[in-house]
């Protein structure tokens, strides 16, 4: 949270340049904010319904306050989006920070209570590979193949098809659009992988590494 206020509010009208978004190909340290946010839902997921994990009817007893979570926060997220545009729907941007943790978190629950640790990990790779292989060389008319811009690339071309212009925060692409939740939930759950693997029995050194392995991965 300390993070997030340095990097959005440093108290300067201009803020710091190591506190700055990459404008595309790189990484600065408010890149890594709501990455870390997605893998603490992922924890907190892990804690909250590991108790029903082992339950025949989990899914059933959980899905009605997952759903109502995540539709709480798609709320929450389209009314800021409605405010900052002077509650304008010829302008209203549909995707968003907020909207973006509300899928990653009904999707990652649902998974965690019906998947084991090994096919949680085996579909974070699929997801994390698929990502890549169709950003790289997903052959659509208008997109160059490996050519990868802020235009040019598969995940924009499915945001400009969906929305016009008006509702994307860049115009031509959106940060939090559909494709890109791919890896966003496979951050998700990765910090439900390793809270899970936090609470096993292992030695406090080797749960150090892959803590640091999976925030820094």
């Given at each position: ?6 990097v959005?509010?440093?108290?300067y ?11 595309w190909?790189g990484?600065t ?8 946010f ?10 909250a ?18 759903l109502?979570?995540t ?22 941007r ?16 649902f ?5 084991s640790?090994r096919?949680?990990?085996i ?5 994390l ?14 997109l ?21 212009a008006?509702h994307?925060?860049g ?6 659009g559909l494709?890109s939740t791919?890896?966003a ?10 809270c899970c ?5 292992h030695?406090?050194?080797s749960?150090?590494?892959w ?7």
């Open positions: 949270m300390a993070l997030m206020i340095l959005n509010s440093p108290g009208q201009q803020s710091f340049a190591w506190a700055k978004h990459s404008n190909n990484c340290l408010a890149d890594v904010v709501f990455p870390f997605l893998f603490i839902v992922g924890m907190s997921i892990a804690l319904f590991s108790s029903l994990k082992s339950n025949a009817n989990a899914i059933k007893k959980s899905t009605p306050i997952i109502k979570k539709f709480v926060l798609l709320l929450i997220g389209i009314a800021f989006n409605l405010w900052s545009s002077h509650f304008s729907f010829d302008s209203l549909y995707y968003g920070v907020l909207q973006r943790i509300a899928i990653c978190y009904a999707l990652a629950s998974i965690f209570l019906s998947t640790l096919k949680m990990a579909i974070v790779a699929l997801m590979s698929g990502y890549w292989l169709s950003m790289l060389y997903m052959p659509l008319n208008g160059e193949i490996g050519q990868l811009t802020p235009y040019n690339n598969l995940a924009a071309y499915i945001v400009r098809f969906l929305f016009s008006n994307l925060y115009k031509t692409y959106d940060p939090e494709l791919l890896p939930l496979a951050k998700t759950l990765s910090g439900v992988i390793t693997w936090f609470r096993g029995n030695s406090a050194p749960k150090k590494i803590l640091y392995s999976r925030i820094c991965g």
